[in-house]
């Protein structure tokens, strides 16, 4: 048996999230089906994060184990294949070590949050970005930002239904420019918080909009409580850029 690390495309809009649930599809049951079709087992396909309903991915990590002989350009290419039509792409395929595991020996993670920062409406990036009409200021967004830089008591970004067994994290880096009409939200860290990164992108917007300062948000911080952060920004602006593995 062979362990294949496979890195993923995939658009999130259709899904209920990156996890097999019964209310509805998921990213890690289209994979499991289009492994199924290729080689007739029944696999776990297990992912480095699990992304919620709507979140993108630019490169999702996963592994499965395959009983069958065959190379990563055929495991590549067959599930692409039997992925059609579903918006979800392997790019790349790599035989690994049995020990390697998507989730637990990753060492960090990266994520990318876009607004559309104009008066217009979101037309091609529909489903994409979080459309903010109002002017940002792109430059006090990222002092801001810097605050939360660390490794801190994030009860104020969390969610109420997280799992996590402890709020405590390490931000690596939060840093938030402006390019063109967008505005760029870019976080690392070995693991987040459930909603982290939108709650952090929910504040961040106060604070271009000119209602908050850094200060408010160490305010917020040192408050360890989610009633006191800015909303939780949309999925769809959230995306998962890459996994580090050392």
């Not at 209920?16 to 990213?27: D, K």
């Not at 996963?62 to 039509?85: C, F, G, M, S, Y």
Request: charged share 25%; net charge neutral.
């Amino acid at each position: 048996m062979q362990r294949w690390k496979i890195t993923i495309e995939y658009d999130g809009g259709p899904f209920v999230g990156w996890q097999r649930q019964t209310n509805g599809p998921s990213v890690q049951a289209a994979l499991e089906d289009a492994a199924f079709a290729f080689c007739g087992e029944r696999l776990l396909v297990q992912g480095a994060g699990r992304t919620d309903t709507g979140v993108h991915a630019l490169a999702q990590v996963a592994h499965l184990d395959i009983e069958r002989e065959t190379d990563a350009k055929t495991v590549r290419d067959a599930l692409n294949h039997h992925l059609k039509p579903d918006p979800v792409a392997v790019l790349e395929a790599e035989a690994v070590p049995q020990d390697f595991h998507a989730r637990f020996s990753a060492t960090g993670r990266s994520y990318l949050y876009r607004i559309l920062n104009r008066r217009a409406p979101a037309v091609l990036d529909h489903g994409r970005v979080w459309a903010v009409p109002k002017e940002l200021d792109a430059t006090a967004m990222h002092e801001a930002a810097q605050v939360l830089v660390g490794r801190h008591d994030f009860t104020s970004f969390r969610a109420s239904e997280c799992q996590a067994d402890s709020p405590v994290r390490t931000l690596d880096r939060l840093d938030v420019s402006r390019r063109g009409e967008e505005i760029h939200i870019v976080a690392e860290a070995r693991s987040f918080l459930h909603h982290q990164i939108r709650n952090f992108a929910g504040t961040l917007e106060r604070v271009g909009r000119g209602r908050w300062t850094a200060g408010d948000v160490a305010d917020v911080l040192a408050a360890r409580d989610r009633a006191a952060a800015g909303p939780t920004a949309p999925p769809q602006g959230l995306y998962l850029t890459g996994v580090r593995y050392d």
